[in-house]
């Protein structure tokens, strides 16, 4: 019987609501999916914007293998130190030299050689260094290991972009030489998954994990004010039970993905 891996990508996780119900849900969630590895987005998860040491540790603790991140990665005081603290927490791979952290992490799991990589879009977003030819390094440098010998990996990409263009456009680029490549920012979850010919596996948002009485995880007041006034008011998160979403990818031993099953739990 041929070997096949699973991925567990969930969407970006909103404060203390998607940090209880996960706190609560994911192990029996890991176990029923039976995914080898799980990679969440954590850039929203200290009280809806940012990422502090107590969020990190605690997704990390639920059974969280990798955290990725976005342009809120750095709201909260502390943040250059927790990108550098070594554990796995992840900050897009284009941002410029110099910046704190790191935007791939190679690690086993399950028996199998994964690496995951995050990156940002630029279209309507901060235009920082090209996403394209950042993942293109990241590949190239996440496949060698010592000795100079190349190992073959299951690639993961959290490309976090509000553009669906240039989020489909990534899957394109990136068709073969990736499992997966899942969208992350805009909070809702799409309906678009598939298996691209060359077989990496595609959809554009996975979601949040956050209160689904919200808009994209923040009060509907705040954000009425915010539409209604054009003033620069700050949207609060919002509470309640939250809902868990994202999507789990089946992969070959070769690395590509032979199904993917959106994952939405109310």
């Not at 990390?60 to 130190?81: C, R, Y």
């Not at 990108?83 to 992840?90: F, K, Q, R, V």
């Not at 290991?145 to 690639?155: K, R, S």
């Amino acid at each position: 019987m041929a070997t096949t891996y699973r991925a567990l990508m969930l969407g970006d996780v909103i404060g203390t609501p998607g940090l209880e119900r996960l706190s609560a849900d994911l192990p029996a969630l890991r176990k029923d999916t039976g995914a080898d590895i799980v990679v969440a987005n954590g850039e929203n998860a200290s009280g809806g914007f940012g990422l502090c040491d107590e969020s990190a540790k605690a997704l990390l603790g639920m059974g969280v293998d990798v955290i990725s991140g976005g342009n809120h990665i750095w709201d909260k005081k502390g943040a250059d130190e927790l990108l550098d603290s070594g554990l796995p927490i992840l900050r897009p791979v284009n941002y410029p030299a110099g910046a704190p952290g790191r935007g791939w992490i190679r690690l086993e799991r399950g028996g199998a050689s994964w690496l995951v990589v995050n990156a940002q879009g630029r279209e309507s977003m901060r235009p920082i260094d090209c996403p394209f030819r950042a993942v293109d390094a990241a590949l190239a440098e996440g496949v060698t290991v010592a000795g100079g010998q190349d190992q073959p990996a299951l690639v993961l990409l959290d490309f976090h972009a509000e553009s669906f263009q240039e989020k489909q456009a990534m899957a394109w680029y990136l068709d073969g030489r990736v499992g997966a490549v899942a969208g992350t920012h805009t909070h809702v979850q799409t309906m678009d998954e598939r298996v691209l010919p060359q077989g990496t596996g595609y959809i554009g948002d996975l979601g949040m994990c956050g209160p689904p009485d919200s808009v994209i995880g923040v009060t509907p007041e705040s954000c009425l004010r915010r539409n209604l006034t054009q003033m620069p008011i700050r949207m609060e998160p919002a509470q309640g039970r939250a809902m868990i979403n994202g999507a789990l990818f089946t992969f070959d031993d070769a690395g590509h993905c032979l199904e993917i099953r959106r994952i939405r739990v109310l």
